[in-house]
């Protein structure tokens, strides 16, 4: 449909073969000489004081190489959100004070695993228990305890990128207590809004806590070597030049001193980018002890300790006309970010940033707060903010609708935005796609014929059937360090190029989706495109594969690249042929001119003539590319002013439920996605990367939920805590929408995250459609099915 | 006290001085240097360090390696033979079954065993045989389809 010969073709992973035959080196399998093994000393309380740490008998225990406490290292603090407004809270060892269960307190590095677990018992702590909260609700009352008595008054991340110094404390704006970011956004007149609407309606949501559930556990392993003063680090990341950042300024390493090196990354949906304790203490061990040390996570810690979604209680007030049309919503979200900031102040943005771009509200108010608690941190996961928040609109939009007596379909439909729609902060919609996913997915589950809410009766009998829709949308990269994508394109002898990027293969199969675009750009095949990337210091630097933005930003930066690599070709094959480069064409690795054909060099002819006649110059492309230029845009956290992204994918998903009104038990049948990912750059990843969004989002819908009792997680295992596995699979419809977005390249953009978030509000409007009652809360449990029934046949009576 | 195992891993025999409190995960990945087979959870509830073990799937980090002893060992390293790829691996890679790659190991060799006994299976019975092998990447639907296409021989 596009003439293109690479991109868009379903073509094989260039990983693949390293994959399957287990060549494939991840961090954990990285083995060094003389080695040490390290492991961490964790708080059993959820909030305490820690009075004395003795650490003499564990540094006796032969093997044993050092201990480290939080005394040793009480000036580092970093953070993922390390702003002049939110500065870094985060120490790698506890200093005075624990705040969750799971805490970091010591760490040991000892000649094997064994000896330092044994050490870690002879570590001897006192504590003093401290009252601890363990709701957002609990922790802003005004007699809550404090879980940080104080800001970090030192110089944030962002003023070193160039952020205004901080002019007040946030917390003066607010007499809650443990609020640890506030989003506060508003347009139109929402109560003129309301007074206008012909129906207004209030309804209260809650999302659970989830794991990401990376197949690999977080590991690193750190090399210092004493002479060169070089630090070279293997990590479970995604993001290797971010880490690079924080990791030197919390070592107070130059940053050239600081080599992140490749290895694959075996899962991260967004629990992979935040800075961890155990990556500083690796490093910092080797470098005071002169060997490679190496921490890996068990299972248990990796749970706990490496980040949660965050649990949101989603307040909606939504006005319509009586034909659907949305009139004013006032948004509410309250966010539990645990006992550190975690990413608390970016989901409770992105809980708008990705709802405003969905519906044209024309009168709307919202208000997040992220809150301190006792509980694990909560970070980033797949789609941050978009599975909770999208999740809680399209549920009340379906309430909505049954209460009007309207198609839900037609009401999406009716309220959705548009190619060419400027959104209240000024991001441009240059392509929007949700309408035509919005038909597709109807169609794709034959709505019109499986939705209960259009039959006179609801059929009685144990398993019920029902069908829902949702929508969702997603940045395609967004303004974080280092805010642009480099890359570089060598070209050899035989034809054939080299792409050096610093994109980190996590599995999204960013490798093979930039040769691919390589390839396309200049002229030759993917099995020309040899990929070097995830190295700090081979490859140029990258904005990371989080936020989404690998397609497009990376994806440019490549594009740019393999441009001017070719440029330079056809500048030196013009010389040769004695023409202009304007006369020139290129097919099959040939440069020809356009009018004689016959006058041709083969591109091997045209690189290894470079270096010939140019006194050895060969043909090295670069490209670089940043989101948006306009640096004095970066969006604001606290008032979700300045530009997010300059592209948005969208996505439609609908969900066939068949609900066992005996056990309770809830079935996916069929799941049917259309994502607006603009061009899809490679159709077999593209489907795989919504099949796995499509899996986890059913997960999150109806089994998984981390388990806390007082701070203590309950179900740190595969066992207990409810993943889909593979007879869970539905059957399912992988489709995209027929979109070009003119700022990525070749028309792509995000495609990795969306479709998490459109699964949850699908299913729970399913189960709906089933059984006629609806469930406020996630996941959509057996019990909470059962009670429901029952709560619905007392009402009858 | 350690003691000394043999077993035969890939076909070749392996003389390995273990604990007895060692897992055959253990020795796979630290003593032999095979790295392929996956430690994800190690606790037996994720199949991504399943090998074959005379035949048969297990999750190596519940095996202690002197129950292994004079038993054959069959890891992801031992599919391919001589640098051709076993028509399960190369079906893994057309049909897209492979994202981040960590459980692949496991799942391959949970593929091989049941297609050893079973050449031509339901896809529900393909969905039974891989139901103790958690992968978070795919979904599990390209994983199913590669696996079929195997026992439908199709040319892959």
Not at chain 1, 358 to 373: D, F, I, Q
Not at chain 1, 738 to 744: A, V, Y
Not at chain 2, 29 to 54: F, M, S
Request: net charge neutral; hydrophobic share 40%; glycine share 10%.
């Amino acid at each position: 449909m596009t003439g293109y010969s690479v991109v868009g073709k379903g073509l094989p992973r260039i990983d693949g073969p390293e994959k399957v035959t287990g060549k494939a080196i991840f961090t954990v399998d990285v083995d060094l000489p003389g080695m040490l093994y390290g492991k961490i000393l964790r708080s059993p309380h959820p909030h305490a004081k820690i009075l004395n740490i003795n650490t003499e008998a564990a540094e006796r225990l032969p093997g044993v190489k050092a201990v480290l406490t939080g005394h040793d290292v009480a000036d580092v603090r970093y953070a993922f959100v390390d702003t002049p407004r939110y500065p870094a809270d985060e120490q790698p060892l506890a200093v005075d004070k624990v705040r969750y269960i799971g805490d970091e307190v010591a760490v040991v590095a000892a000649v094997s695993e064994a000896i330092a677990e044994e050490a870690l018992s002879l570590i001897k702590v006192e504590y003093e228990i401290l009252p601890a909260v363990f709701t957002p609700e609990e922790a802003i009352r005004p007699d809550a305890p404090l879980l940080h008595e104080s800001q970090f008054t030192g110089t944030s991340a962002w003023e070193e990128w160039g952020a205004a110094k901080r002019v007040k404390d946030y917390r003066s704006e607010s007499s809650l207590n443990n609020l640890s970011g506030r989003t506060f956004v508003a347009f139109g007149d929402v109560e003129q809004g309301f007074r206008e609407a012909d129906h207004v309606r209030e309804d209260k949501f809650q999302t659970a806590a989830t794991a990401h559930c990376a197949m690999e556990p977080h590991g690193a392993v750190a090399s210092y070597e004493p002479v060169t003063g070089k630090l070279h680090l293997w990590l479970s990341t995604m993001g290797i030049f971010l880490k690079r950042y924080n990791l030197s300024r919390a070592l107070k390493l130059p940053i050239s001193r600081v080599r992140v090196r490749h290895s694959y990354v075996g899962g991260a949906f967004g629990g992979k980018i935040d800075v961890f304790p155990y990556e500083f203490c690796a490093a910092y061990l080797s470098m005071k002890l002169g060997r490679p040390v190496k921490i890996e996570l068990d299972r248990e810690e990796v749970f706990t300790t490496t980040r949660q979604r965050h649990p949101i209680t989603i307040h909606i007030k939504t006005g319509v006309k009586k034909d659907g049309t949305i009139v004013a919503q006032d948004v509410k979200v309250i966010a539990d970010n645990g006992g550190y900031r975690g990413s608390g102040p970016i989901v409770v943005f992105l809980c708008h940033g990705f709802s405003f771009p969905v519906y044209k509200v024309p009168n709307y108010r919202y208000e997040g707060l992220a809150v301190y608690t006792n509980n694990p941190i909560r970070g980033p996961q797949r789609g941050h903010g978009a599975p909770q928040i999208r999740y809680a609109i399209d549920s009340q939009l379906d309430l909505i609708a049954r209460d009007l007596g309207l198609d839900p379909v037609a009401v999406l439909l009716k309220n959705i935005r548009h190619k060419g729609d400027v959104l209240p902060n000024g991001d441009r919609l240059n392509s929007c796609g949700l309408q035509e996913c919005i038909e597709g997915t109807a169609a794709g589950i034959n709505w019109s014929s499986k939705r209960w809410q259009f039959a006179a009766a609801q059929p009685l009998g144990r398993f019920r059937r029902g069908v829902g829709i949702s929508l969702c949308a997603m940045f395609s990269g967004a303004m974080y360090y280092p805010f642009a994508s480099a890359a570089m394109v060598k070209l050899h002898d035989d034809g054939s190029a080299t792409l050096y990027t610093g994109t980190q293969e996590m599995g999204q199969g960013s490798y093979t989706t930039l040769a691919q675009v390589l390839a396309e750009e200049l002229g030759i095949g993917l099995e020309d495109v040899r990929v070097v990337a995830g190295d700090t210091e081979l490859t140029p630097v990258d904005l990371g594969s989080f936020l989404s933005g690998g397609a497009l930003v990376t994806g440019n930066a490549v594009k740019l690249a393999a441009a001017d690599a070719r440029r330079q070709l056809l500048e030196c094959a013009a010389e040769i042929l004695g023409v202009g480069m304007e006369q020139l064409a290129t097919r099959g690795k040939k440069v020809f001119v356009r009018e004689d054909p016959q006058r041709s060099i083969s591109f091997a002819q045209a690189i290894q003539a470079s270096v010939f006649k140019r006194n050895g110059n060969p043909i090295i492309g670069t490209g670089s590319y940043k989101g948006y230029p306009e640096t004095n845009r970066y969006p604001s956290l606290a008032k979700g002013k300045g530009l997010f992204t300059s592209a948005y994918g969208f996505a439609a998903q609908a969900a066939e439920v068949e609900v066992d009104t005996v056990t309770g038990r809830v079935r996916l049948l069929n799941a049917v996605t259309y994502h607006d990912c603009g061009f899809p750059l490679n159709k077999t990843i593209v489907e795989g990367q919504v099949q796995g969004c499509v899996s986890m989002g059913a997960g999150q819908a109806l089994s998984e939920e981390i388990v806390l009792e007082k701070g203590q997680l309950f179900n740190p295992s595969f066992l207990t805590y409810r993943l889909p596995l593979a007879p869970d699979t539905p059957e399912s419809l992988d489709k995209t929408a027929n979109t070009l977005e003119p700022n990525g390249p070749f028309g792509a953009k995000e495609v990795g995250e969306g479709s998490v978030a459109g699964m949850l509000g699908a299913v729970a409007n399913a189960v709906h459609d089933a059984i006629g009652v609806r469930i406020n809360s996630l996941p959509i449990t057996p019990e909470k099915v059962l009670r429901a029934l029952e709560q619905k046949q007392k009402a009858v009576r | 006290m350690k003691r000394i195992i043999t077993l035969v891993v890939n076909g070749e025999q392996r003389e390995v001085a273990v604990e007895p409190d060692l897992t055959l995960l253990e020795v796979l990945r630290e003593d032999l240097g095979l790295t392929g087979t996956k430690k994800a959870c190690n606790q037996g509830e994720c199949g991504a360090c399943t090998v074959l073990l005379d035949g048969k799937p297990v999750s190596s980090c519940l095996v202690l390696a002197v129950r292994a002893h004079g038993k054959a060992v069959v890891t992801v390293e031992g599919l391919a033979e001589n640098g051709r790829l076993h028509p399960l691996q190369e079906a893994f890679v057309t049909y897209g079954a492979v994202q981040c790659g960590f459980c692949t190991p496991g799942v391959l060799l949970v593929a091989k065993a049941l297609l050893d006994t079973n050449p031509h299976p339901t896809a529900q019975e393909i969905e039974q045989a891989i139901a103790g092998n958690i992968c978070r990447c795919t979904g599990y639907v390209k994983i199913i389809e590669a696996i079929t296409a195997v026992a439908q021989n199709q040319n892959i």
